[in-house]
């Protein structure tokens, strides 16, 4: 229900904007959450937004990486400036959907990003 896309390869300092569809029966997005996960290490919270509007970011990536959604496309977008090649993982979107009043916890698959120096 929820697919990923938008990765591939960038240069330091370049730019790529990651995008997650919901599809299915969907009464409103109730959250999103973008994670990664670097080569040998742990997946890690990248960005998240809830509803109303707060959000959050992980210190590596604050000032360059901009979460965002639009409900009336039921798409979340993660834009990532600036890219680093520590910004190399494979990124996954997960999104609190709810559908008709049930509220559940969806991923999407990843997609890879490559920075290169």
């Known amino acids: 229900q929820l697919q990923a896309f938008g990765g591939g390869f960038a240069q330091a300092g370049g730019s790529l904007r990651l995008s997650c569809a919901a599809s299915g029966h969907i009464s409103s997005l109730n959250g999103m959450v973008w994670y990664r996960r670097l080569p040998g290490k742990e997946r890690e919270v990248v960005a998240r937004l809830t509803i109303p509007s707060s959000t959050f970011y992980a210190e590596s990536v604050k000032g360059r990486f901009t979460i965002s959604k639009d409900s009336d496309k039921n798409m979340m977008y993660l834009q990532m400036n600036d890219l680093k090649p520590e910004d190399t993982a494979v990124y996954y979107c997960?999104?609190?959907?709810?559908?008709?009043?049930?509220?559940?916890?969806?991923w999407g698959q990843g997609t890879l990003v490559t920075v290169s120096s």
């Open positions: 997960s999104a609190l959907i709810n559908t008709d009043g049930d509220l559940n916890i969806y």
